[in-house]
């Protein structure tokens, strides 16, 4: 049966459409929703997951997430991760250590800058007082916040530093083992982000490990509570962009 989809830009390669939006910018989401938990992990455990990366240690605070994306037209998708604060020589950001998605155009774009997105199945739901968000692969339940927001707290620790966002954009050698190219990347979209509400309370969080995705290496976490966040996110042809601040191969 003939699909009516429009043949463009060799259809079997990943960087092109129609897998990935054409154009790829600009795109929004309003009431962008997330649930999360601020914690703070075992510093040598951080510091050995930072090994491999070239970016510094800078705190062991972090934001674990689950994001309801789903309202946006252009790529809706719902998102789950795990964000440190890093430095890479004289810049400090936001790192993404672990990040999941449950659509592949999403998860594609997302590469496109250096997120390691990966596929996922996520949950954000509120019951009463409860929001609870989770994020499932492959069988395995790897995040499970629940906010109980009858117990609303006056004030939550921040990240050091969330934007800009600092990736490592990794292309590997289409011919054998290795890395044909490796890039530092920075991408900061906040100026055209409005945060609506943002409601912190205490919270409880379970992290798992799969055989691929080592997030539960942070159990056991000191939880300091959580929140519930509102934003209306946008990001533009001017901002939307990643800038490549190094190459490394």
């Known amino acids: 049966m003939m699909s009516g989809a429009k043949i463009q830009k060799a259809n079997n390669m990943p960087v092109q459409a129609p897998l990935v939006p054409d154009p790829v910018l600009p795109y929004g989401c309003k009431n962008s929703k997330t649930v999360y938990a601020m914690c703070e ?14 970016f510094s240690y800078v705190s062991n605070l972090c934001m674990i997430y689950v994001n309801d994306f789903t309202e946006s037209p252009q790529l809706p998708y719902m998102d789950a991760g795990i964000i440190f604060t890093v430095k890479y020589k004289d810049t400090i950001g936001g790192h993404y250590m672990y990040e999941w998605e449950d659509d592949d155009a999403a998860i594609e774009t997302g590469r496109y800058w250096g997120y ?19 994020a499932t692969r492959r069988g395995v339940k790897l995040i499970d916040i629940e906010l109980d927001c009858s117990k609303p707290l006056a004030d939550l620790p921040k990240l050091p530093a969330v934007f800009p966002h600092l990736n490592i954009l990794t292309i590997p050698n289409p011919d054998g083992p290795g890395i044909f190219s490796q890039r530092i990347t920075l991408r900061d979209n906040s100026s055209t982000c409005t945060t609506l509400s943002n409601d912190f309370a205490e919270v409880k969080v379970t992290i798992n490990s799969s055989p691929t995705d080592p997030i539960g290496d942070f159990a056991p976490l000191k939880v300091l509570g959580g929140g519930y966040s509102v934003t209306d996110f946008l990001a533009t042809t001017e901002n939307g962009w990643a800038k490549v601040i190094d190459t490394l191969i």
């Open 41 to 54: 992990v075992d510093e040598e455990t951080l510091r050995r997951h930072l090994e491999p990366t070239p």
């Open 116 to 134: 390691p997105k990966k596929f996922a199945q996520m949950t954000l739901e509120k019951s009463g007082n409860i929001i609870r968000g989770t």
